[in-house]
């Protein structure tokens, strides 16, 4: 076997350096009021620059994520450390007085995930077998990191990838099918919400309780916030996110090691990966702490920490991506249509069913498929007072996406056993 040419940047001091730069880069152009990039982030979500502005490093051999650590670091300590930041905010009570049609639509949504994907991979699977393989790859391993994606957001994508470990060239293209697909549909959102009033009739909808909920909405967004914090705030919120890291670490040596003994069988459902405990504990640690007193750490910034160790994260799995085998197989695409629009298909027969307004399907659904970046973008199209609808649901999301995202990654793996 050939061994690969040393990158020209190796030192991992620098490579972090030269990734924190292009992440700054990015934040700051994309803050520019500038047309230019005003119309240019428009088109390209921030996100997608994070993955592949690394990978084009990789891909040209200036950097290597094959020789680096850095991934390591980042999905052992950032990344149970962000789940926890995530899930700690989740406010029960303020999601129970969105109603039961906000929760409804939105598991609506989490359940056109879990069955969408599996389907699509059964439909596609079984018209074009070819596509069970991706070189002499195992595709449902790299599909489960899009329900990771679609049922909580990028932190649960990075889980399901260490729980299914696909190889990142197949990742990569994973990634490809997930912002392409999930972008188009954000953006029907958005076009929906500019015709609320003809969705609403065709779902004999009674939309007055929106109205409702956005003067409620109102006053809550005034409420409870820190307007100043420093080093004492951001020391206790790493304090809790690492102590978290630290416990799930710890349960996770003696558990995986005691199931491979006792019940090695198991090891078919990653039950023997340390990595499946690490992040499961971690997102059970959170929702726990979101019971107590500890949920008030996002008035002082709990779930933007999250989103900033996701971002490292992030940058070192597209530094381990080689773009040159990025769309060898569009029929992964195909998939990704199919698998996108069971969950329409599911999410409008549930809201006609019980009635509910477009809003409720609009951000039940991006609260699924694009998280806590895209969810209030979608509720402030309505109302800009309704943005906070959008934050509690896809924070919900964050915590529900571990487990879904694995539990459609076993179903996605039953269906190749099948298909095989």
């Known amino acids: 076997m050939n061994t690969p040419p040393e990158a020209l940047i190796s030192n991992d001091a620098v490579v972090f350096g030269l990734l924190m730069a292009i ?20 088109f390209v979500p921030t996100v997608l620059l994070c993955y592949f502005i690394p990978a084009l490093f990789n891909t040209f051999n200036i950097i290597s994520g094959e020789q680096s650590s850095l991934y390591s670091m980042a999905s052992r300590y950032l990344l149970p450390a962000s789940l926890v930041f995530f899930t700690i905010g989740i406010d029960i009570k303020r999601l129970v007085k969105l109603g039961p049609k906000a929760t409804i639509m939105f598991f609506a949504g989490t359940l056109g995930v879990v069955l969408g994907g599996p389907l699509a991979f059964f439909l596609v699977g079984s018209a074009f077998p070819d596509i069970l393989f ?38 990569a293209q994973m990634i490809a099918v997930d912002v392409l697909i999930g972008n188009i549909w954000l953006g029907l959102l958005l076009y929906g919400a500019q015709n609320k009033a003809k969705i609403d009739k065709w779902l004999k909808a009674d939309s007055s309780a929106i109205d409702e909920l956005e003067t409620t909405l109102e006053k809550i967004n005034n409420e409870e916030k820190v307007t100043n914090t420093g080093v004492p705030h951001w020391m206790i919120l790493l304090g809790v996110g690492f102590g978290m890291t630290a416990l799930s670490h710890l349960g996770a040596d003696y558990l995986a090691p005691w199931i491979e003994t006792n019940y090695p069988e198991l090891a078919q459902y990653s039950l023997t990966s340390k990595f499946f405990w690490i992040v499961i504990i971690a997102t059970t640690l959170g929702m726990f702490l979101s019971f107590t007193k500890a949920r008030k750490l996002e008035n002082i910034g709990a779930s933007n920490i999250g989103s900033l160790f996701l971002y490292v994260l992030v940058a070192t ?31 409008l027969l ?19 498929i694009g998280g806590a970046a895209s969810a209030p973008i979608v509720a402030a199209a309505f109302s800009k007072f309704l943005a906070p609808v959008g934050v509690l649901l896809a924070v919900l999301g964050y915590a529900v996406g571990t487990y879904g995202g694995y539990l459609t990654g076993l179903i996605l793996q039953w269906i190749s056993g099948i298909l095989a």
């Open 23 to 42: 992440l700054a880069l990015i934040f700051y152009t994309s803050g520019l009021q500038t047309k230019f990039w005003k119309k240019f982030y428009s």
């Open 134 to 171: 991706f070189e002499k790859e195992e595709t449902w391993r790299g599909l489960s990191t899009i329900a990771g994606s679609w049922i909580g957001g990028g932190a649960n994508q990075a889980a399901m990838l260490e729980v299914f470990a696909p190889s990142k060239t197949l990742f």
């Open 350 to 368: 549930v809201a006609r069913i019980i009635r509910a307004p477009f809003f409720y399907v609009a951000v039940g659904s991006q609260a699924n």
């Open 317 to 347: 799995i597209g530094m381990s991506m080689d773009l040159k085998a990025l769309f060898d197989n569009p029929k992964f695409f195909l998939v990704g249509i199919i698998w996108i629009f069971i969950h329409i298909t599911i999410m």
